[in-house]
């Protein structure tokens, strides 16, 4: 673990717009804005959904907030979704967040690679709102039983 994780780590806590919604939070991470503008009109009326576009906006809000689940796509300039996921898993204060991936990737070396990292669920686009609920809530429900 980094100096800088080290740090921020017994520093990360709920930023004031949290405590005062008490809606889970969900970080949505897509490099496409029309993804990201689904993500919080599907999710708005339950949860605060924050988007970022990049690898690095991702680690820099998480070291900022405490997210309740991970919305995440594979394929990203700079760093892959996979590079997101393996940073989280070796940050003890990360390493449960629940990870959905929602990629177009269907090939099976995605697929093996996500399972093997133990995400919470593996959304292909396109998808449907309902989908994306019902995905959601079921990793949520069942991350909140461990």
Known sequence: MSILSTSLLSTRKKDSSQMA???KIIMAVDDMPPILKIFRWALRDQFDVRVVSSGVQALELLERVK???ILL???MPGMSGFDIIK???ADPALKDIPVIIVS???NEKDII????AQIAGYIVKPFTANDLREKVQTALHMNSKI
């Open 67 to 69: 997210v309740d689940l």
């Open 21 to 23: 919604n008490n809606k």
């Open 87 to 89: 940073h989280c898993k």
């Open 73 to 75: 796509d594979i394929e």
């Open 104 to 106: 177009g990737n269907t």
């Open 113 to 116: 690679e996500a399972t093997n």
